[in-house]
């Protein structure tokens, strides 16, 4: 397997140097690039296997960046946060984001998470070599990884499918947070568990007829979530 190609957008220069540093000595094919406009240029030309995106950037911002990946594809993304980038944090989550680091940060945190996220996504494809599920009309397929309702396609991100799949291989078990966070995304001890809730909401909207009153992904009061077939 080739080294994973990188795109690190981010315009402080002495954060772009030290995150570009350590990529790049953990071996990534790492390019940099200073705004918003030159990320949007480089993505164009050519997408890489992950983007390392500050949010507060000049010009086009890191979560206009976000919006344009997502109706791309599902290339991971890791956001570099301020802490006071609260609500831009759980935005660029909502949009897709699939993890974030807050500055300061310790760049071999980065380069953890960078790895992590890699691996869940180039790798350890949840349900490969496992057969499709169908309830009712709702079919989830993790060879393609294509979710269908009534013969109809949605559009998951690649955790959305994962949260799903993991709950809808168990139907009726209840998955605390900690579980899904767990099962999904690695790194327990990093994430905020509101990262599932963001993520539940935006799964809830693609395949429950009705989000609010929600007939397969159903909270389980004080405990977390089960699916319900
Ligand atoms: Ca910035």
Known sequence: MNEARILVVEDEPSIR????????RAGYDVSVVADGRAALDSLSAQMPDLVVLDLMLPGVDGLEITRWLRA???TPIIML???RDEPDRIAGLEMGADDYVVKPFSPQELVSRVRAVLRRTRTAMPGSGERPLEYGGLKIDPQTRLVEIDGRERSLTAKEFDLLWTMARHPRQVFTRDQLLDHVWGLTEYIDPSTVTVHVRRLRE???ADPGEPQHVVTVWGVGYRFEP
């Open 17 to 24: 140097e030290v995150v570009s540093l350590y990529l790049r």
């Open 81 to 83: 946060t301020a802490r």
């Open 206 to 208: 693609k395949i429950e």
């Open 72 to 74: 791309r594809g599902d």
